[in-house]
Nanobody
């Protein structure tokens, strides 16, 4: 199983970016999916999660600016980021709780994608 993230880049503060993450491999089912980020010199933090049924959760600092969504048929999770601020600059990681054929659920991580939003 692999999670492939894409969509990072450089955007001026106030701009928008959309991150995408696609799961592939012998996936039977996916529970929660989410996005985390790690800024330079800081610990990785939760940005947003979305349950299989669609319930979402956001860190307070991105509420009203970021929107997480998923496509269960395609095993994808997206993060629409609007009104970006310099403090949003970080490496963003997708994560998913996945069941493989013959194995129990466990967490998988995608490679990071860099988002830079200078003032």
């Amino acid at each position: 199983v692999q999670l492939q993230a894409s969509g990072g880049g450089l955007v001026q503060a106030g701009g928008s970016l959309r991150l995408s993450c696609a799961g592939s491999g012998s996936i039977v089912s996916i529970n929660d999916m989410g996005w985390y980020r790690q800024a330079p010199g800081k610990q990785r933090e939760l940005v947003a999660t979305i349950a299989k049924g669609g319930n979402t959760n956001y860190v307070d600092s991105v509420k009203g600016r970021f929107t997480i969504s998923r496509d269960n048929a395609k095993n994808t999770v997206d993060l629409q980021m609007d009104s970006l601020k310099p403090v949003d600059t970080a490496i963003y990681y997708c994560s998913a709780n996945i069941k493989r054929i013959g194995f129990p659920y466990r967490d998988y991580w995608g490679q990071g994608t860099l988002v830079t939003a200078p003032a």
